[in-house]
């Protein structure tokens, strides 16, 4: 079982904790053969608010190894630190159970990188996620929804996950996959961007995020196309035959949306010299992860970047 989450009690990663505890109290035949990886980077430096639910987390983890570990064998597995995409993937590959459990959040992004990654890898591994979460609005009709403030829920659901049927899983996760689409992370972004200038004021109505930002100096010339608000261009972009549709970003925010250009997508750059990056659904960090390494610039592909 895996959870990729950062240091957050709106994360419930406490309550995790029991849980385990739990299940094991009622299935003692599962020592020795489950583990739950918690991989929990902790806040920016400075943040001290979290103090009491790290202290607590890792108190607990440790109560609960010594209290069931032997063998050379631990249930709880604790990686308190930031890992590179490329293991982070590796992780999602090797999870038979990913588990959210958070209290109150939104997209939840890692929720959505499993389903990918196992989807991509032909594996079939089983979502469970918090009905508190705004991923639960998509993907709940194939996920295991769970009630994070439910102790006994969090038991149930995750015993319920761990002894699924082969079939049921597969069925689940091509499911989640259908459910995930290709809707992308920056068009998603956009239209949330669009809305909210829209509503600022009420005698603008809905406007092409493309054209929100842009002049008369920003018209494309030929093979070239506007960064949205920024005011950067594309070099070199340019239809090709064959090529899908691309929604690209860089590090510095500067935004293209929908171009179709020949050529890998990381290796474009915006007038700031910036590698721009391809939002596809985790397409591009699949492919090259297993081709052993991502290419330099293409390690962005999430909405950090958006401006």
């Not at 979460?133 to 006994?152: F, M």
């Not at 930002?213 to 608000?229: C, E, I, L, W």
């Not at 691309?246 to 929908?258: I, M």
Request: aromatic residues 6%; charged residues 20%; hydrophobic residues 35%.
């Amino acid at each position: 079982m895996l959870s990729v989450e950062r240091l957050d009690y709106a994360k419930a990663p406490v309550q995790k904790v029991e849980a385990i505890a739990a299940l094991l109290g009622r299935r003692p035949e599962l020592r020795g053969r489950l583990r739950f990886r918690l991989v929990c980077p902790p806040p920016e430096a400075g943040i001290t608010s979290y103090d009491t639910t790290r202290q607590l987390l890792e108190r607990r983890i440790s109560e609960v190894n010594r209290a069931w570990g032997g063998g050379g064998w631990q249930p709880i597995e604790y990686l308190p630190r930031s890992l590179p995409f490329t293991e982070v993937i590796d992780h999602y590959l090797a999870a038979d159970v990913f588990w959210v459990t958070s209290l109150q959040d939104g997209m939840n992004l890692t929720a959505k990188e499993f389903v990918a990654a196992q989807r991509a890898a032909n594996r079939s591994g089983v979502l469970v996620l918090s009905r508190h979460t705004g991923a639960a609005s998509q993907l709940g009709t194939a996920a295991l929804l769970t009630d994070p403030h439910s102790p006994a829920d969090l038991v149930d659901t995750l015993h319920q996950a761990l002894t699924l049927a082969p079939e049921e899983r597969r069925i689940r996760l091509e499911r989640l996959a259908d459910l995930l689409g290709h809707h992308h992370l920056a068009d998603w972004a956009a239209d949330i961007t669009t809305a909210i200038r829209s509503h600022g004021d009420p005698r603008r109505g809905p406007q092409d995020p493309d054209r929100s930002h842009s002049s008369d100096t920003d018209a494309p010339a030929a093979g070239r196309f506007p960064v949205g608000g920024r005011g950067g261009r594309l070099r070199g972009a340019r239809q090709g035959p064959g090529m899908g549709t691309h929604v690209l970003a860089s590090s510095c925010g500067a935004r293209v949306s929908r171009p179709a250009v020949t050529g890998p997508a990381g290796r474009l750059r915006c007038t700031h010299g910036n590698d721009l990056v391809d939002r596809g659904l985790f397409g591009v960090f699949l492919a090259n992860h297993f081709n052993h390494g991502l290419v330099a610039g293409r390690r962005s592909s999430c909405c950090r970047c958006l401006p």
